[in-house]
C-alpha cells in the first residue's frame, strides 16, 4: 500500500511580498486595487478559459489572520514565523491519535486556554466578509478550520460530535486541581491579556491554537472523558471484532481502550482532509470566476493548493495578508502590467482595517 503523504506546516520564513498593483502599497491603493478586483463590473473575461464567464463569483479562502481582530493569537508573524513562542510547534494528527501522553499534555493545556477561544466573537473583518455575501460577490467561503469549530469535538472512532462547553465541563470535573489553577489565573488576568509579554510575566505562554504552557505542570495527572457514543456501545473495528472503550470510576478514558477518543473537530497539522470536504472546496474552486485569499500564509499544504488550482485554471487571484505568503510569485507569473487590481491583487494590510471599507466601496460602486 502507498504510504500517505505526511503533511507539514510549511515553517520556513517567508520572503517579503511584491505588491501588486504597484500602486496598492497604500492603504488607498490597496483600497482601490482591491475593490476592483472584486468588483462585478470589471471582468478579466479573456482571463477566463473553462470556467463560467459571465460568473461573477470570488471565492473566499480565509485563515488565522482573519481572527486576529477578535484577540486571537495569529499564527505567523510578518516574517512568516511563528510569533508568539518561537520552540511552539502545534500537535500532529499522528502524535495526537496514537499518543495517550501527548493527548493528555494537549487537553491540559487546551484547557486552560479556551477560556480565551471561548470569549473570541466575530470581528468586523467577518463582517464584512458576510457583507460581501449580501452584496453577491461572494459564491463560497472556505475557512481553514482553526477556529470555529474548537467549539466542538469529533470522536476519532465513530465520528461523533460533541459540544466543547460540555467537553470543557467534564474536564473541570475529571481535574479538580486544575479547574482550581485555572480560577486563579483567571482571577489574576493572566488569561484576560493578549500580551504575550504580559502573560509571560505571570507564568502562562500561550498559542493562536488555544495552547497554554503552564511551565512544570503534572500533564501525565490530567484526564480526559471518553466519547460517551463510544462508550455507551462499542464500535466494530476494522477487523471485525468489537471496540473495548474503558474508563475509571469518574469516566476518565483508560488507555486499556482502543476506541473513544475525541479530538477537536478540526483539521490537525498532519491530517488528512476528509475527500468530501476536499472535493467541495475543489468545486466550489472550479465554478468561480475568482479566487480571494484573506489572512492566510498558506502554510498547509491544503490550502496552498487550492489556489495553486485556481491559477491553473486562470483566475484572477487576490490575496490580503499581511506578510509573505508561501510561493505567491507562481500565482502572480504572467500578469499584465496594466492590471489595476482585476487581473491581480496583493495586499499588505490587516483584513480588518481594509476589508470594511472595501464593502463600502462596492456598495456605491
Ligand atoms: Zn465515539
Known amino acids: 500500500m ?77 516574517g512568516g514565523t511563528y510569533t508568539l513562542n518561537r520552540t511552539y510547534r502545534p500537535i500532529y494528527y499522528n502524535e495526537f491519535t496514537s499518543n495517550h501522553e501527548a493527548r493528555k499534555r494537549y487537553w491540559a493545556r487546551s484547557f486552560l486556554g479556551w477560556t480565551n477561544l471561548h470569549k473570541a466573537r466575530p470581528n468586523v473583518a467577518h463582517n464584512a466578509v458576510k457583507d460581501l455575501g449580501k452584496l453577491g460577490l461572494v459564491s463560497s467561503v472556505i475557512t481553514q478550520k482553526l477556529h470555529g469549530y474548537l467549539r466542538s469535538l469529533v470522536c476519532i472512532h465513530c465520528h461523533n460530535q460533541l459540544p466543547r462547553s460540555d467537553f470543557q465541563n467534564s474536564l473541570s470535573s475529571l481535574n479538580p486541581q486544575w479547574a482550581t489553577f485555572l480560577e486563579e489565573m483567571l482571577a489574576t488576568g493572566a488569561l484576560n491579556s493578549e500580551n504575550p509579554g504580559e502573560r509571560k510575566a505571570r507564568g502562562l505562554k500561550s498559542n493562536p491554537d488555544g495552547d497554554v504552557d503552564v511551565p512544570n505542570a503534572p500533564y501525565t495527572t490530567f484526564r480526559y472523558p471518553a466519547c460517551p457514543t463510544c462508550l455507551a456501545s462499542p464500535p466494530a473495528l476494522a ?127
Not at 491603493?29 to 464567464?53: C, E, I, M, W, Y
Not at 485556481?310 to 496594466?338: D, M, Q, W
Open 239 to 365: 477487523d471485525g471484532t468489537r471496540a473495548s472503550v474503558e474508563v475509571d470510576d469518574d469516566g476518565a478514558w483508560s488507555p486499556t481502550s482502543n476506541a473513544g477518543v475525541l479530538k477537536p473537530a478540526v483539521v490537525m497539522f498532519g491530517e488528512s482532509i476528509a475527500s468530501d470536504i476536499r472535493t467541495a472546496a475543489e468545486r466550489a474552486i472550479d465554478k468561480a470566476s475568482r479566487l480571494l485569499v484573506v489572512g492566510s500564509s498558506l502554510a498547509t499544504y491544503s490550502a496552498w493548493r487550492l489556489v495553486k488550482r485556481a491559477k491553473e485554471r486562470h483566475l484572477p487571484i487576490g490575496i490580503l495578508n499581511l506578510g509573505g505568503v508561501r510561493g505567491e510569485e507562481s500565482f502572480y507569473a504572467g500578469l499584465e502590467t496594466a492590471n489595476e487590481g482585476e487581473l491581480g491583487v496583493r495586499c499588505n494590510e490587516s483584513a480588518d482595517q481594509l476589508l470594511p471599507e472595501v464593502v463600502d466601496n462596492l456598495r456605491h460602486y
Open 2 to 78: 502507498k504510504k500517505p503523504l505526511m503533511r507539514i506546516p510549511y515553517t520556513g520564513p517567508l520572503p517579503p511580498p511584491t505588491i501588486i498593483p504597484g500602486f496598492a502599497n497604500t492603504p488607498t491603493g490597496a483600497r482601490h486595487a482591491l475593490t476592483r478586483f472584486l468588483s462585478p463590473q470589471v471582468l478579466p473575461n479573456a482571463h477566463l478559459s473553462s470556467v463560467d464567464k459571465a460568473s461573477t463569483k470570488t471565492v473566499l479562502l480565509t485563515g488565522a489572520g482573519i481572527s486576529v481582530a477578535s484577540g486571537l493569537a495569529d499564527y505567523r508573524g510578518t
